[in-house]
């Protein structure tokens, strides 16, 4: 069995990863933009697609049902107690790096998506019964941003700190959990496809401009 460990890639490649996250992050708050200056078109937009993933859902449970399953992981609640969890495991092996590298990624990420929510303040589509405080916080899908910004971001650390193939069957799961958030918000009536958008390009550009940091500044020695 091969127990080795994935190479992390060189610091030139850094700028490169800088530059597309940058990118990604302008192409979402461009979307954010355009939603904000006119809700309302913005929503008659999106309602036709958001009513496909919502129909899907409701004609067959069993979709439903996985949807609501990978919601579950990315909810507030739980990454409230996943990321110090993997924080402290991370300062416990001695990889402060890394827990630098979650701890930006997710928290950070967190203040954005908020000041998006907060500043846009997107009402939540017509299809199922919203909470007060929830009703007007639609853009970005919150889910959707932390599956990047938490789960991937967890993927990542996976893939280079585990020994294969524990971290490749990890890293496999960490991606589906997170990336599988986006459409589960559909599926479930919570979120506007445009939410779940422009979730994945902001929190993609910070996921990636967190990387070229990580990768210029604190890129550690690691045997293969």
Sequence with gaps: MNTTRHALPSRDIAPKFAFAGLMLL????????????????????DLPSNIWFFDLGRVHPEIHSTADGFSW???????????PVVTVVLLACRQWR???FLVV?????????????FSIARQRPP?????????????????????????VAMAMIAWYL?????????????????LANGPSRLIL????LTDVLGAWMVA???????????LWFLRPRMTG
Excluded at 105 to 117: C, P, R, T, Y
Excluded at 130 to 144: A, E, I, K, M, V
Excluded at 189 to 192: I, M, S, T, V
Excluded at 207 to 214: I, K, P, S
């Design 73 to 83: 992981f990315a909810d507030g609640v739980r990454n409230i107690v996943v990321v």
């Design 98 to 100: 890394w827990a630098v």
């Design 162 to 178: 585990l020994p294969r193939p524990f971290g490749d069957i990890a890293t496999v799961a960490l991606v589906v959990i997170g």
């Design 26 to 45: 302008g192409l979402g708050l461009a979307l954010a933009f355009v939603i904000d200056s006119n809700i309302g078109a913005a929503n008659a937009r």
């Design 189 to 192: 009536g919570k979120h506007w």
């Design 204 to 214: 993609g550009g910070w996921l990636m401009l967190v990387w070229a940091g990580f």
């Design 127 to 151: 299809l199922i019964e919203s909470t007060d405080f929830q009703l007007h916080l639609s853009f970005p899908s919150g889910h959707t941003f932390s599956g990047l910004t938490v789960w």
């Design 105 to 117: 990624s997710s928290q950070v990420g967190l203040l954005i998506s908020n000041a998006l929510k």
